[in-house]
């Protein structure tokens, strides 16, 4: 993970390379990531609400900052104002409730084109913000990660803003946009899929590494006959003797169904595909051939995250979100 925030930084030139650490660090655990981005450097983090920043507040130094991406909410305001943790204002009521509460640093999201949160880039984004002490202003790329007129025209939108809007720091990428260039990093980027692995675009194949791998033990090791059908729905009909090993791992744990009949796990060199339908809590692979896999071993899960979208059908920010309670994040 911290060679990949590394080579994002890089990326990005003289700008800070900040982190998304929302939705628990992308499902790794926010906190362990957020002290190992801490020690490689990292001052700059992103949740995206008030719970996901209180479980972090004790790592907030000095010099560190953590912005909440919704904003504050009326229910926030307590949380808000206690926490060292700042909001990123996202409406005009959201200003006014800063404002009114004497808020103090904050930061502001201008939306340049997503239409997701934000001021709107064609109002009067430097009136709207008059009166508020504005530590970064940000806008979100809705499509970096495509070859689209739509990222340059953002650029051009957030742009003309820096002209027009005062703020300690401007900040547009993501992982995708950082690999537009360094035109689009302004003072600071803030990568989440690419630190954990995910490849956004082209230009990070083979530069991002992958950061989890999960591994799943097999329960039980049995042969299957010619005729027989495997798992629910009987959707694997064994066209030959064959032997399967059965692993305790399933959608529950995020490991969802476009993986069955399609997805693999891993002894060694060898790739083992998943026969049948992944269920809740088990999925059985194709040991065949492999006498050497036992009740009691653990398998790799080829989780490339790239590839294992392809396979799946899910994208590589699901395949990590997904990952459920029952893993042990062990890191290594
Ligand atoms: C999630 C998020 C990011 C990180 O996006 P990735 O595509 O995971 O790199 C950056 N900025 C905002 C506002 C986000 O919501």
Redo the contacts with the bound molecule.
């Keep these: 993970m911290l060679a990949n925030w590394r080579w994002l930084k890089r990326q990005g030139g003289a700008a800070a390379c900040g982190a ?1 650490i ?1 939705a628990n660090g ?1 499902g790794l655990g926010s906190g362990e990531v957020m002290r190992r981005l801490l020690a490689a450097g990292c001052r700059d983090f ?1 949740v ?1 609400n008030w719970a996901e920043a209180m479980a972090l507040e004790p790592l907030i130094g000095e010099g560190v900052s953590l912005s909440v ?1 919704h904003g504050v909410r009326e229910e926030d305001m307590a949380v808000a104002l206690a926490s060292r943790a700042r909001p ?1 204002l996202c409406t005009e009521g959201q200003i006014a409730r800063w404002k009114e509460a004497g808020g103090g640093l904050c930061d502001v ?1 201008v939306d340049t084109g997503m239409n997701r ?1 934000g001021l709107d880039w064609r109002g009067d984004v430097s009136a709207q913000v008059a009166g508020l002490e504005v530590a970064t202003l ?1 806008s ?1 790329l809705a499509s ?2 495509e070859d689209v007129p739509l990222s340059q025209v953002q650029l051009e939108r957030f742009s003309a803003l820096r002209g027009a809007v005062r703020a300690a720091r401007y900040s547009l990428s ?5 690999c537009l260039g360094a035109a689009y990093a302004f003072d600071m980027t ?6 954990y692995g ?1 490849v ?1 675009r082209t230009e990070a194949a083979g530069r991002i590494g992958q950061v989890v791998f999960p591994e799943a033990q097999v329960l039980q090791r049995r042969r299957v006959r010619a005729g027989d059908t495997i798992g629910y729905n009987a959707t694997h009909r064994a066209a030959a003797d064959m032997e399967i090993a059965v692993v305790n791992l399933g959608y529950a744990d995020g490991y969802l169904r476009g993986f069955s009949g399609r997805g693999s796990m891993t002894v060694g060199d060898r790739h083992l595909p998943v026969v049948g339908r992944v269920s809740m809590d088990l999925t059985a692979v194709d040991v065949s051939g492999l006498p050497e896999v036992a009740e009691g071993d653990w398998l790799g899960v080829d989780y490339a995250l790239a590839e294992a979208a392809a396979v799946s059908g899910l994208s590589q ?1 699901e395949l990590l979100t997904g990952l459920g309670a029952r893993f042990d994040r062990i890191w290594r």
Excluded: C, E, Q, T
């Design positions: 998304a929302k992308y992103f995206s991406l990123v999201m949160l940000l979100h970096a990660d993501n992982s995708a946009g950082i803030r990568p989440g899929i690419a630190l995910g956004p920010y």
